[in-house]
């Protein structure tokens, strides 16, 4: 075998052991991370909050933090990634699954670790920086560190969006879940009617939406349709009650429109109303 040849094979065996390293690292990553969340320890300040609330057990607080934290998990999105990476979702998906990760909050934490080296977390970062630098020209831009959690927050800062954080209600799973996760549900669907208020003008004194699916303003399609849902059910009401009252015209506001006495029940009777 020629000299060439011996050399192209050693190449090609040193790829694939960078390829299964990478694959093995990767794999104890997430399997360290579930461990960590798994058998969260309650710490000293843990300790002296629920001491001061005297309302649950250590035991009762640990197995919420571990419950509320694979909710966040569970619940975090592409979206929220993409903005993170300055990506589409559907690019920010293309980008983790192109490491290895198939779950978008695994690779968020997989970059922001300390803990973590190599070309993928340097790469990764380094396109980051670059479309911050080009979008918002590299000499206005302020990055306050080193690490990934600064790169992330000087990209939160500049972009200034409004709709950073993913609303999204897995309305089956959380009607099984703890009080707690139920309230928090419900916040969401609160927010995202609101978020879709915004995006809401008045025409023909009636509410027209201005946008045409929920990603626009960070929301699920779920929570966009019950707040279609909602506008639309009272654009009817005003209708039906002109037929009657043609000289009569409310002056209409979507900023001025409030849910009050909103809570996990009424949430989930408009999901089973508008979606279900």
């Not at 990767?26 to 058998?39: E, G, L, S």
């Not at 670059?130 to 800062?157: E, P, T």
């Not at 996760?181 to 609101?194: E, N, P, R, S, Y």
Request: net charge positive; aromatic share 14%.
């Amino acid at each position: 075998m020629k000299h060439s040849h011996y050399l192209f094979l050693i190449v090609l065996l040193l790829s694939a052991c960078n390829s299964y390293d990478h694959e093995s690292y990767i794999a104890q990553f997430k399997a360290d991370f579930d461990n960590n969340i798994n058998n969260y320890q309650v710490s000293a300040k843990d300790s002296a909050r629920i001491l001061n609330a005297n309302m649950q057990s250590i035991q009762e607080f640990r197995t919420e933090k571990i419950a509320n934290d694979r909710f966040y998990i569970d619940n975090y999105s592409w979206y929220q990634l993409g903005k993170n990476l300055m990506l589409s979702p559907d690019e920010a998906k293309v980008e983790a699954n192109k490491y290895g990760f198939v779950r978008p909050y695994y690779f968020l934490e997989f970059l922001k670790s300390e803990s973590t080296i190599g070309p993928v977390k340097k790469q990764v970062m380094k396109d980051v920086r670059n479309r911050l630098y080009d979008k918002h020209g590299k000499d206005s831009v302020q990055i306050f560190g080193c690490d990934a959690s600064d790169l992330f927050r000087a990209v939160k800062r500049h972009e200034n969006s409004k709709y950073y954080f993913f609303l999204k209600v897995d309305f089956e799973k959380v009607k099984k879940a703890s009080d707690k996760q139920k309230k928090v549900a419900a916040q969401m669907t609160k927010g995202a009617f609101k978020r879709l208020l915004e995006k809401t003008v008045v025409q023909n004194n009636l509410y027209h939406i201005t946008i045409t699916k929920g990603e626009e303003i960070g929301v699920s399609e779920d929570l966009f349709v019950i707040g279609k849902g909602l506008l639309d059910e009272s654009n009817r009401g005003f209708i039906k009650m002109r037929k009657t009252q043609p000289n009569y015209m409310m002056n209409l506001d979507p900023g001025q429109v409030r849910l009050v006495n909103f809570n996990w029940d009424t949430a989930y009777s408009f999901y089973k109303r508008y979606v279900k």
